[in-house]
Structure formats: C-alpha cells, structure tokens
C-alpha cells in the first residue's frame, strides 16, 4: 500500500493542517483527501509544491507500508 506521510511531516515540523493548506494554495477538500490517504493519484506538479512547502523530498512524504496478506488454502 503507498501512503502519504504528511500528517506526520506536519506533526514533527510543529505544523498543522490549516497552515499546510494555506501554503498549498489548493483546493481544502483535494489537499485533505490526500492527507487522509483517499486519493487515487498525485500529480507530480502537486508533489513537489509539498516538497517545497514541508521543506523535504518526495520519499519522505510517499512511502510503502507493506500490508499483511492472509494465505489462502485453496483446500478448504
């Protein structure tokens, strides 16, 4: 699963939401789906206005959280 870091990013810089979106100079309901992780995709334009905002680089906000898969015995 790719997650967005941002509410992390804001929490360690002292930030909040409000601030990051008025910096953004974005859409609220666009810029908070994308801190709540229900979006389907990034525009590479937007990722790096984050990175300029928060001061870090794109693998900072977007990581990889390996998810736990369930084995399937095709058996039962």
């Known amino acids: 699963?790719?997650?967005?870091?941002?509410n992390e990013i804001l929490?360690?810089?002292?930030?909040?939401?409000y601030w990051f979106i008025k910096n953004m100079e974005g859409g609220y309901q666009s810029l908070s789906h994308l801190m709540d992780n229900i979006t389907t995709g990034?525009?590479?334009e937007t990722l790096e206005k984050m990175c300029i905002?928060?001061?870090c680089e794109p693998g900072?906000?977007?990581v990889r959280?390996?998810?736990?898969?369930?084995?399937?015995?095709?058996?039962?």
Do not use: A, C, H, Q
């Open 65 to 76: 959280k390996k998810s736990i898969r369930k084995k399937v015995n095709k058996n039962e």
């Open 42 to 44: 990034i525009k590479f």
């Open 1 to 6: 699963m790719i997650y967005v870091r941002i």
């Open 53 to 55: 905002v928060l001061d």
């Open 11 to 17: 929490k360690e810089k002292k930030k909040t939401k």
């Open 60 to 62: 900072d906000i977007i």
